[in-house]
């Protein structure tokens, strides 16, 4: 069984930038779509970006584009989510998520699609 691991979250102010990893528990595993996800207090879990090993292609949603930026290592089993500009409205639980059967399906709207995931890493915004 795949375990993607998170790290890299924590507390910031308004404005600042957090840069979290993920990647799956052996590093063995590659996927072919990795995709972020949160989940603020009381809200359900909402897809924030996704990105397509090969070609490198990256999706996020409207409220983080031009602040959060996707990238992989030159293996594709490690991405990286650049946080920057942070709001308090990013505050929650950041997951990491793959497993997608098809390429069609890596998609941060795809919340469902996704098979593999980890158990989260907190980022907290103060204003």
């Known amino acids: 069984q795949v375990q993607m691991v998170e790290s890299g979250g924590g507390s910031v102010q308004a404005g600042g930038s957090l840069r979290l990893s993920c990647a799956d528990s052996?590093?063995?595993?590659?996927?072919?779509?990795v995709g972020w996800f949160r989940q603020a207090p009381g809200k359900e879990r909402e897809g924030v970006a996704t990105i397509l090993i090969s070609p490198g292609r990256t999706s996020y949603v409207d409220s983080v584009k031009g602040r959060f930026t996707l990238s992989q290592d030159n293996t594709g089993k490690a991405v990286y989510l650049q946080m920057d500009s942070l709001r308090p409205e990013d505050t929650g639980m950041y997951y990491c998520a793959a497993g997608v059967y098809s390429d069609s399906e890596c998609s941060p709207a795809r919340i469902e699609s996704f098979r593999y995931w980890g158990q989260g890493t907190q980022v907290t915004v103060s204003s």
């Open positions: 052996t590093y063995r595993y590659r996927s072919n779509c």
